[in-house]
């Protein structure tokens, strides 16, 4: 909208309107329909939505002269009421906008309806719901009028001013849902009051409530005879209303959903209360009343003569005056009255002939000035339209806050200018005046009112910030230590509001040139504070070392976001600070590597500790080995060296017989190095645990040396090891009887008879005549006679099992013997009819193929084929079997017994050849086997070992499927195949 086009305009909308039937005398409008009252009786309709007109002649019956006196319709257009006067007295009627006579309200017959208000939320097309009538007796009517009953459901009397009877001259109703019910709103004029009416329930029980009570009314001097009120609607809800009364207009704001505390209800809902007096709208000293009041959002439309003054209601100046365009007739009396059509937004005025529209154009576009001016800023921020008359507001609120020295305030409010002032202007306003306070404030809100696109302005003005901060703090410490309390106090304050700017800030502050702020200031803490905040743990945790607080390193440390190299760098000095807690630390932190622990450890090893002290790195390593089942070389060795320097060896004994590997398959029982920990355990002087790993390393001649310098018991101990090697064990424990008998220093006697002890330790392992060699060369022998005579009885008795067994070993050969001579004579008795179990034909048969003798067997009676039997009772002919047997090995085998076949086949064996030997007299000579016998006994092994039927073979056979691979094509020979049928054809019958 321009800014210099009129706010308000004036359009002839009908010139003639009255049609000839009179002057207009009333007029009432609602949703572009226009209702007109003519002084000759008649109501004449505009429907500006359809385009069209109507009239209704309401003197018809009545004699004499007739005249509309008020005409009213609701803000649908549907429903109309008008009252006329003239002979006969008042009437009033009813008409539908589908009706084409109207309807007499006869209960209101001989009262002048003055004033009527709409259920505006209730009512319908078909049906007026709770219409009231004012008149002007001062009686206020219920009616409701639904258009299918074509007369009046019901009329009811609601009130009667009986205090000051006055003519009702206007009316407003509002409604509001509640909990328990409607609740109504009504206000209602007369020429010098203004009386208020509410409660919940029916229009009737509410006016009931008034019988014994007062009512609520505002009443003004001065009388005008057209007292008008009007409501401004908005969304269907009245939220403003105007009264056009003696005094002035009287208007003001409507919440007609605030809850009403009084039992009764009767709480006043008129809010901003104000009086316009006419004297503003006159130029002179002559005071001059409207005759009629229209109002708008923001303006009264005032009818004074012939034209219409314009005035805001907010700045109470007139802003326009509207001119008629009236015919000369209708000069002379003027404009009669102004009238709105709340549901299209639309004013009317009218004279005696001729209908005016006044049209609204954007009428708020100058409100926020017009609050501005009146430094009413949160309304004028409220009708801004764009970000420059928002600026605009913001910078009278600045320099007024700035010139009342409320800087801080001022700060806020420069924080929201982006266009009329530049950002370098305001700081120079706050940094010539040395407010570094309100400079801080600005920025800070500034940086509360930029974009994220605005990244570069945002990182500069936080740095800006954080170096006013650290300014602020230093300033606090810096000033008197007279109110130290108070200084405390802010001091404590600023630092936690610096924190939570660093906070807030993080992501958008350089990192690096706020940290050497922060260093340059002395600010440690904040230093280490923005260090987390920005996750950089390294700077945090050397911090935290210096100031010897190793707890909230290891916090630090722990954080999930936190590298795991970081544990390692610091490991040494934590340690050193505090090695219980790092201690602790390290078993609970997970995807730790102790190996990478290891120079943190053995710098703290390398310091004294006392002898009650807990070792806290063998704590450690304990964990990892026995708890985490660490198997890395260098932690068990780490460990075990520690072990080695403690003073009681028993932790270190019980290491190194401790078996970690254990259980686990293909690795070691250990997992330290053997040779170290040897090397160690010599350095350090653990004998024991030298004899353990010279076992371990199966050197045990060398454990067994170094344990007899220890201790026998321990040194037969390790003897007693070795188990799988015999003579390395008597060995063993020759050396430990050299070594008791060359330590025992008691008498003669008694050295032979510890000796003697010894041997019996040994469970038989070492004679007498092991030992003898240790005694010296003048022992005398009778003292081990003894001993001696033992041991003789003891050879005897082997000598004898000797014996024994040799005599066993001889009767056994005799038994074998006997059982070769038995095998020669043994037969089988075969049945003539017996047949082959692979061919079927009899096995004796005089007529057999010589073909058969070609795999170099021969028939050593008559004719008769070669043939094996079982002692199973099965029989096969030789070459049968073999074909049989080859058939069913795998193919490595059947060439092997196709390859002898033919070796015996290229010898040409003699079929009257023996059989490998000679008899005589019954008894078999063994000779030297002939090259063909020996491949005939390799055939009968591979072919003849067991019976096919009964044998592995025959087992072997079970998994093999019933058609082999080979009877793949036999098999499709027994397929069954469906005969082709050709189509089918159906044959017709005919009769013969």
């Known amino acids: 909208m321009e800014a210099g086009k009129p706010v308000f305009s004036v359009d002839l909308l009908e010139r003639y309107a009255a049609k000839g039937r009179g002057v207009i005398t009333c007029m009432a409008a609602g949703n572009d329909v226009i209702v007109l009252g003519t002084s000759k009786g008649w109501v004449i309709k505009y429907d500006f939505g359809v385009g069209g007109s109507s009239d209704i002649d309401l003197s018809v019956g009545r004699g004499g002269e007739q005249s509309i006196h008020r005409v009213f319709v609701d803000p649908g257009g549907s429903h109309c009421i008008a009252t006329v ?15 084409t006579k109207p309807r007499a309200l006869s209960k209101l017959k001989g009262l002048t309806v003055n004033a009527v208000a709409w259920n505006k939320q209730q009512i319908t097309e078909a049906s007026t719901r709770e219409v009231i009538l004012g008149t002007d007796n001062g009686q206020l009517h219920e009616i409701c009028v639904d258009e299918k009953d074509k007369k009046e459901k019901y009329m009811k009397f609601l009130f009667e001013l009986n205090e000051l009877p006055e003519s009702f001259m ?317 200084r405390n106090s802010e001091l404590h304050l600023i630092i936690r509001e610096f924190r939570a700017f660093l906070s807030d800030s993080k992501d958008v502050l350089d990192e690096a040139t706020t940290m050497k702020l922060l260093e340059s200031y002395g600010r440690m803490d904040e230093l280490v504070f923005f260090a987390s905040l920005t996750e950089q743990y390294e700077i945090v945790v050397h911090n935290y070392i210096q100031q010897g607080e190793a707890r909230k390193a290891l916090e630090v440390l722990r954080k999930p976001s936190v590298q795991i190299d970081l544990q390692y760098k610091f490991a040494p000095d934590l340690i050193m600070l505090d090695a219980y807690e790092t201690v602790e630390s390290w078993m609970t932190t997970k995807d730790l590597n102790p190996r990478k622990l290891i120079p943190a450890m053995m710098r703290y090893s390398s310091e004294p500790h006392a002898k ?240 058969l003798a070609r795999g170099g067997y021969s028939s050593v009676v008559g004719h008769m084929a070669p043939f094996y039997i079982f002692p199973c009772g099965h029989a096969f002919h030789a070459q049968c079997l073999i074909t049989h047997v080859t058939s069913r090995t795998n193919r490595a085998q059947a060439e092997y017994f196709l390859d002898l076949q033919k070796q015996l086949t290229l010898l040409g064996v003699d079929s009257k050849e023996s059989n490998g030997g000679l008899r005589r007299n019954n008894e078999l000579i063994i000779t030297s086997l002939s090259p063909v016998d020996k491949i005939r006994s390799q055939l009968d092994d591979a072919i003849a070992s067991e019976c096919p039927f009964c044998g592995d073979l025959m087992i072997r056979e079970i998994s093999l499927p019933l058609i082999l691979f080979e009877e793949a094509n036999e098999a499709t020979t027994w397929e069954i195949k469906p005969h082709n049928v050709g189509p089918l054809r159906s044959l017709s019958l005919t009769a013969a």
Not at 85 to 99: C, L, M, Q, S
């Open 612 to 851: 009650n002290e807990t070792h806290e790195v063998i704590k450690y390593l304990e964990f990892c080995v026995h708890r985490l089942q660490n198997e890395d070389p260098g932690i068990h060795n780490l460990l075990l060296s520690l072990y080695a320097k403690q003073e009681n060896d028993g932790a270190l004994l019980r290491f190194l017989q401790y078996k970690f590997g254990k259980g686990r398959t293909d690795g070691p029982d250990f997992f330290y190095e053997p040779k170290y920990a040897l090397r160690l355990c010599l350095k350090e002087k653990r004998m024991r645990a030298c004899v353990h790993i010279y076992s371990m390393m199966s050197m045990h001649e060398e454990a067994v040396a170094l344990a007899l310098q220890i201790d026998a018991e321990l040194a037969k101990a390790e003897a007693d090891k070795v188990e799988d090697d015999e003579d390395l064990r008597k060995n063993l424990w020759l050396m430990v009887a050299k070594h008791v008998v060359e330590q025992e220093k008691g008498t003669k006697r008694e050295n032979i008879r510890q000796a003697i002890a010894f041997l019996k330790e040994t469970d038989g392992l070492l004679k007498i005549e092991d030992i003898l060699p240790f005694f010296p060369d003048f022992a005398l022998i009778d003292d081990f006679k003894e001993a001696i005579c033992t041991s003789l009885e003891d050879y005897n008795k082997q000598i004898e099992q000797l014996k024994q067994e040799m005599n066993d070993a001889t009767h056994g050969a005799d038994n074998i013997r006997n059982d070769i001579n038995a095998l020669a004579q043994r037969y089988a008795v075969i049945d003539p009819e017996e047949e082959c179990g692979v061919c079927g034909k009899k096995i004796i048969s005089a007529g057999w193929d010589q073909r």
């Open 85 to 99: 006067v003239g002979n006969g007295g008042p009437e009033t009627f009813y008409t539908h906008a589908k009706w």
């Open 170 to 486: 206007d009316l407003q109703m509002e409604t509001a849902s509640v909990s328990n019910g409607t609740r109504y709103y009504v206000m209602a004029v007369t020429t010098t009051r203004l009386y208020s009416f509410t409660g919940i329930g029916s229009l009737e029980t509410v006016f009931m409530t008034y019988a014994d009570r007062h009512v609520r009314f505002m009443e003004l001097p001065g009388e005008i005879p057209n007292s008008e009120l009007h409501f401004f609607i908005r969304q269907r809800r009245a939220v403003h209303f105007a009264w056009l009364s003696g005094a002035g207009i009287y208007h003001g704001g409507l919440n007609f959903g605030a809850s009403h505390s009084s039992p009764n209800g009767d709480e006043n809902f008129v809010e901003s209360k104000a009086l316009l007096g006419y004297s503003k709208l006159s130029e002179g000293t002559d005071t001059v009343r409207p005759n009629s009041l229209a109002l708008s959002e923001f303006h009264f439309l005032l009818l004074l003569g012939c034209k219409v003054k314009v005035v805001n209601r907010i700045s109470e100046h007139i802003i326009e005056e509207l001119q008629f365009d009236q015919t000369s007739e209708s000069l002379s009396k003027g404009i009669i009255g102004l009238c709105s059509d709340a549901s299209a937004g639309l004013f009317y005025a009218y004279d005696q002939n001729s209908i005016f529209q006044v049209s609204v154009n954007d009428e708020g576009r100058h409100m926020w000035k017009v609050y501005l001016d009146l430094k009413d800023y949160a309304s004028a921020l409220a009708n801004c339209r764009d970000p420059l008359q928002r600026d605009q507001v913001y910078l009278a609120q600045a320099e007024a806050a700035f010139l009342a020295k409320d800087f801080l305030r001022a700060a806020s409010f420069y924080a929201k200018i982006n266009y009329v002032l530049s950002f370098e202007e305001i700081t120079l306003k706050f940094i010539s005046v040395n407010e570094q306070d309100a400079l801080k404030t600005f920025l800070l809100r500034k940086l509360d009112n930029l974009t994220k696109d605005d990244k570069c302005q945002i990182t500069m003005i936080s740095t800006w910030a954080t170096e006013l901060y650290l300014d602020k703090i230093n300033r606090l410490l810096l000033e008197d230590e007279t109110a130290a309390e108070d």
